[in-house]
């Protein structure tokens, strides 16, 4: 072949290479979701992709014959392309042999330079900018190219499968999505601007339902606002007036010793109808759900939905009450941001950079502002103060502080024994991932 018609069987394998690249990269970069909307528009193509994607094995052995096939035609014609050229032209300052040996260098490294741009590189970056329009554009013609193969692609194919089965290797990629799948997405989307970041932290609050215990979004017993089952209708409306709640717990002389609850809003109707409040009455009193403090969120709430109630009482080991959860705390739980007023953040980042934290937050919300990955002792608390408990094996005084992972807890108040602030400052540079 002469000179033109050696360039044109190399731009023409070029072309076909470059076929063959994007074919199998936007089939592999595909998305399986976005296909799937667009085959329930009635795009009957990417149906077909879904198709290809679901058992791939026949399609990349189709793709690699393509592709190796061009890669050893264009290594037979490209040697002889530039060679006679740049060996004449070197001839006149170098050895025969030598020119030679360089003119077929030269020729082998500009050809295999015009395949890795603009059959390889090009191509691929087609292939991840848009895959689901790509392969819909090709998934045609590669079938076509599979029907005229198909013996040749079927034994490849199968040699490869008895492979892969000797070494133990899966012959199918798997499609179920995770729950990190989807964490993962809308990481992305938030960065790409498609989601707030308010937005982002409900989403993952929702996979985190079965990983927090209930103790993180309760009520602590200290600040339970209870009623005497013989108190007063005044000492009822003063009360009621003092700690508003939807909910209230009914006992019989103390906390522990628990007869049902009161509903706010039947309260209200009974004083709006200027009936008396007599805890006594039967009527006002509803069953409690009592459940262990070990349960998740997400077991409590399957808790809720299958007493159709929307409050209950959390109980120790040794049947001791130490909270309360409604189902509006473990929906503030999930909507984060959302919902809480801005006066009421358990997390607030200072002007120094420093963070001022209440006690009662919960870890995983820490962990999530401070970017905190690993942390001694995890699973032996729940909570900013159970916490420092576990690091100091006592009860925080004020000015106690912990480092960790490069930062400096530091207690700021304390009332009773619960503590109330903490200070939380960098003492090493932040972190550049």
């Known amino acids: 072949m002469n000179f033109t018609q050696s360039l044109l069987v190399i731009v023409l394998l070029i072309a076909?290479?470059?076929?063959?690249?994007?074919?199998?990269?936007?089939?592999a970069a595909s998305r399986r979701l976005r296909l799937r909307q667009l085959a329930d528009d009635g795009d009957a193509r990417a149906l077909r992709v879904l198709r290809v994607q679901e058992q791939p094995g026949f399609y990349f052995t189709?793709?690699?014959?393509?592709?190796?096939?061009?890669?050893?035609?264009?290594?037979?014609?490209?040697?002889?392309?530039?060679?006679?050229?740049?060996?004449?032209?070197?001839?006149?300052?170098?050895?025969?042999?030598?020119?030679?040996?360089?003119?077929?260098?030269?020729?082998?490294?500009?050809?295999?330079?015009?395949?890795?741009?603009?059959?390889?590189?090009v191509p691929k970056r087609l292939g991840m900018a848009e895959p689901e329009r790509v392969a819909m554009a090709v998934v045609g013609p590669m079938e076509r190219f599979l029907l005229v193969f198909k013996p040749i692609v079927w034994l490849y194919t199968r040699c490869t499968d008895v492979i892969m089965r000797l070494l133990g290797l899966p012959t199918q990629r798997d499609e179920r999505i995770t729950?990190?799948?989807?964490?993962?997405?809308?990481?992305?989307?938030?960065?790409?601007?498609?989601?707030?970041?308010?937005?982002?932290?409900?989403?993952?609050?929702?996979?985190?339902?079965?990983?927090?215990?209930v103790t993180s979004a309760m009520t602590p017993r200290d600040h339970i606002a209870w009623l005497r089952r013989d108190a007063t209708d005044e000492e009822v409306r003063l009360l009621i007036a003092a700690e508003p709640f939807s909910t209230y717990p009914v006992c019989d002389g103390g906390l522990d010793q628990v007869l049902g609850y009161v509903d706010a809003k039947e309260l209200f109707q009974r004083v709006l109808n200027q009936r008396p409040i007599v805890l006594t009455d039967d009527g006002l009193l509803h069953k409690v759900v009592v459940v262990p403090d070990s349960l998740s969120l997400s077991?409590?709430?399957?808790q809720f939905r299958q007493q159709h109630e929307d409050f209950a009482l959390i109980v120790n080991e040794y049947s001791t009450i130490v909270g309360v959860v409604t189902l509006n705390d473990v929906m503030s739980t999930v909507m984060g941001e959302l919902v809480t007023?801005?006066?009421?953040?358990?997390?607030?980042?200072?002007?120094?950079?420093?963070?001022?934290?209440?006690?009662?937050?919960?870890?995983?919300?820490?962990?999530?502002?401070?970017?905190?990955?690993?942390?001694?002792?995890?699973?032996?608390?729940?909570?900013?103060?159970?916490?420092?408990?576990?690091?100091?094996?006592?009860?925080?005084?004020?000015?106690?502080?912990?480092?960790?992972?490069?930062?400096?807890?530091?207690?700021?108040?304390?009332?009773?024994?619960?503590?109330?602030?903490?200070?939380?400052?960098?003492?090493?540079?932040?972190?550049?991932?």
């Open 16 to 27: 076909a290479s470059a076929f063959f690249s994007v074919a199998e990269i936007s089939l």
């Open 179 to 213: 729950p990190d799948d989807i964490l993962a997405l809308a990481e992305a989307g938030t960065q790409a601007g498609v989601l707030d970041r308010p937005e982002q932290q409900v989403i993952e609050n929702v996979f985190e339902l079965d990983t927090r215990t």
């Open 62 to 121: 189709a793709v690699q014959i393509g592709l190796n096939a061009i890669a050893i035609l264009g290594g037979i014609v490209g040697e002889g392309l530039l060679s006679p050229y740049l060996a004449a032209a070197l001839s006149g300052w170098l050895p025969e042999r030598t020119a030679a040996t360089l003119a077929f260098a030269g020729s082998v490294a500009a050809v295999t330079s015009l395949f890795v741009v603009f059959a390889d590189l």
């Open 341 to 433: 007023p801005e006066d009421e953040d358990l997390i607030v980042r200072r002007d120094d950079g420093s963070w001022l934290i209440d006690g009662h937050t919960p870890m995983q919300d820490v962990q999530r502002a401070l970017e905190l990955d690993d942390l001694p002792g995890q699973g032996e608390y729940d909570t900013l103060a159970g916490f420092l408990m576990m690091m100091l094996r006592r009860v925080p005084r004020r000015t106690d502080s912990v480092t960790v992972s490069d930062y400096r807890f530091e207690v700021m108040d304390v009332d009773n024994y619960r503590i109330d602030q903490v200070l939380v400052t960098r003492t090493g540079p932040p972190s550049t991932e």
């Open 299 to 302: 077991e409590v709430l399957h």
